[in-house]
Every structure is written in C-alpha cells, then in structure tokens.
C-alpha cells in the first residue's frame, strides 16, 4: 500500500509559479513510477508528467514542457512538480499516483492522492 498526499496548491497571478509536492508512505517509494495528473472543472483527468525510479522523466505536451518540471526525491519519499510561467488554463486540481509501470493513463495507475487546488487568475 502507498498513500499519498499532496500540498503546495493556491492561487497565483498568471506568469507566477507554484511548487507542489506529494509525500508518499513506504518503503518501497522507489520502485514506483510517480505521476502527476489534473482535472479542471468538466474535463476529464489529464496526464501532466511522471518520472521513473532512476529519474527518467515524460510530460504530457509541448505546452507544458518548459513550465513544468517533475523530480522525486527517493530519499525523502517525496515527488514534486515546479510550474512556471503558469496560465489561467492550468487551473485545475492536481493528482500525485503511483504506478509500478511506466504509463500516461490514470487507470494505470494504482494509488492516488486526495488532489491540490491549483488556481490561475488572470
């Protein structure tokens, strides 16, 4: 079993930045593949990033590659997700899952976090 919680959301000016975080239980952090999802109102959960246990990571489009950048930290059974330059359509809540294969669709995905309100104004 794995838990997971995030934190780190808010609400931020466009062009502001937001880091969020998911600290994850067990011993066995490292051997997950670490995502983050999102779910803005009437659409469906969408595949942000994720990163493999060495570090190997794949994000979701070209428009948030460049703004976002997802890292773990295996020592501290932590992943986060730095975003950058943020737009009023990122405007979501943002989902930390674990998986223990490398996939970009959320029923791949084993266990997830409660979600974080990322809010954009513009």
């Known amino acids: 079993q794995v838990q997971l919680v995030e934190s780190g959301g808010g609400l931020v000016q466009a062009g502001g930045s937001l880091r969020l975080s998911c600290a994850a239980s067990g011993r066995t952090f490292s051997l997950y593949v670490m995502g983050w999802f999102r779910q803005a109102p009437g659409k469906e959960r969408e595949f942000v990033a994720h990163?493999?246990?060495?570090?190997?990571?794949?994000y979701s489009a070209d428009s948030m590659l460049g703004r976002f950048t997802i890292s773990r930290d295996n020592a501290k059974n932590t992943v986060y997700l730095q975003m950058d330059s943020l737009k009023p359509e990122d405007t979501a809540i943002y989902y930390c899952?674990?998986?223990?294969?490398?996939?970009?669709?959320?029923?791949?995905?084993?266990?997830w976090g409660q979600g974080t309100q990322v809010t954009v104004s513009s």
């Open positions: 990163i493999s246990w060495s570090g190997v990571r794949s």
């Open positions: 899952a674990a998986t223990r294969v490398v996939a970009t669709t959320a029923k791949d995905y084993d266990y």
